[in-house]
C-alpha cells in the first residue's frame, strides 16, 4: 500500500486525567473474561450503594413532609374512569394558578368552596403581585370569606393560588411546565368542574349541552358594555330557569355557580332587572354559595 506521511508533528500529548479511562480492548481472552468478572462484582456493589442512598432520601423526604404537615389521602384521592368523564384520560389535579385583577373578582372560587365544603376541598391561598399596590376593600373581604371556610383534610383536595395581578382577563394555569392559561372565570368553572366531585360533573348528564348554553351566556354577560344588553343576557337566563328549582334541573349544578358569581360581579343589575323566577332561585342559590 501508499504509505502515508505524518500529518502532525511529533510529539508528546497529554492526556486528561479528569475523564473516565477505557480500557484496551486487545486483552487475552483469559484476562478479559477475570476483568469482566471484577466489573460486574463493581457495579453490583455500585447498585446497592446507590439503592441504600435512595432508601436514606426517602426517609429524609418523608421527614421533611411529616414537618409540613402534607398529608398523603391514599385511599381517599378519588380516582375517576375515562367512561366517568365523556371518555377523557384523567391525571390527579394537585395546584393550579388563578390570576385575576381586584376589579374582577373570581366569586366562583368562593362559592364552589362553600358548595363543596361536604364532599371536595379547594384550599385557596392569595398573593399580591407587585403590578399592584392596592387590592381595594372588596378584595379583601373576598379573601377574609375565603380563609372563613374550613378545609377538610378528609376530602380530596386541590391547591389553589390566587395572585392579584393587573391583568386583563381572569385566567387559570393548570401546568407549571405548559403555559396554556384558560381565559374567564366561565371557563375556569368550566374546568373544576371536570376534577371536582362527581356530583357537579355533567358530561354524561342529559342536561350537558342545556348547562354549557348557560354558562355561555354568563360568558357573554360578563362582557355587556351597556345595561340594556345586560338585561337581554338576564332574560335569556330567565328562559333557560323557566320553572326550575336550579339550571341544572332538581340539584345544583356548575351553571348555578356561574350565573351566581356573574350576577355578582354585574351591581349595575338590580332586582328590578331580575324577574320573580331568577329572584326565587337566587335566594336557593345563596343558601348553598353563602355568598
Not at 497529554?14 to 469482566?36: F, H, I, R, V
Not at 380563609?147 to 395581578?165: D, S, Y
Not at 332586582?271 to 345563596?286: G, I, N, S, V
Request: proline residues 5%; contains cysteine; glycine residues 6%.
Amino acid at each position: 500500500m501508499y504509505e502515508l506521511k505524518t500529518l502532525l508533528p511529533q510529539f508528546d500529548i497529554k492526556l486528561p486525567t479528569c475523564m473516565y479511562e477505557l480500557k484496551n480492548a486487545s486483552l487475552s481472552a483469559g484476562a478479559a473474561t477475570g476483568n469482566a468478572q471484577d466489573d460486574t462484582a463493581a457495579v453490583v456493589q455500585r447498585q446497592e450503594k446507590v439503592l441504600k442512598q435512595l432508601e436514606e432520601l426517602k426517609a429524609q423526604l418523608g421527614k421533611i413532609r411529616t414537618s409540613l404537615g402534607v398529608r398523603v389521602c391514599g385511599k381517599t384521592i378519588q380516582h375517576t374512569t375515562a367512561y366517568q368523564n365523556g371518555g377523557l384520560k384523567e391525571v390527579p389535579l394537585h395546584d393550579v394558578v388563578v390570576n385575576g385583577h381586584p376589579n374582577f373578582i373570581p366569586y366562583a372560587l368562593l362559592a364552589l368552596k362553600n358548595a363543596w365544603r361536604d364532599l371536595y376541598t379547594i384550599d385557596v391561598k392569595t398573593f399580591t403581585h407587585s403590578t399592584m399596590a392596592d387590592i381595594g376593600p372588596a378584595a379583601r373581604e373576598f379573601e377574609a370569606n375565603l380563609a372563613k371556610v374550613p378545609v377538610n383534610a378528609a376530602f380530596p383536595k386541590i391547591n389553589v393560588t390566587l395572585i392579584w395581578k393587573n391583568c386583563e382577563h381572569t385566567e387559570m394555569i393548570s401546568s407549571p411546565t405548559m403555559y396554556v392559561p384558560i381565559y374567564g372565570e366561565v371557563n375556569i368553572i368550566r374546568y373544576l368542574g371536570r376534577v371536582g366531585p362527581t356530583e357537579y360533573r355533567y358530561e354524561n348528564s342529559p342536561l350537558c349541552n342545556e348547562i354549557d348554553a348557560v354558562l355561555d351566556i354568563c360568558y357573554q354577560l360578563l362582557r355587556c358594555s351597556t345595561h340594556k344588553s345586560q338585561v337581554v343576557m338576564v332574560r335569556l337566563l330567565d328562559k333557560r330557569l323557566q320553572q326550575q328549582q336550579y339550571f341544572g334541573g332538581d340539584q345544583m349544578s356548575v351553571a348555578d355557580i356561574g350565573v351566581y358569581s356573574s350576577l355578582i360581579r354585574m351591581p349595575a343589575i338590580t332586582d328590578k332587572d331580575l324577574t320573580p323566577a331568577l329572584l326565587a332561585w337566587r335566594k336557593r342559590a345563596k343558601l348553598v354559595t353563602q355568598i
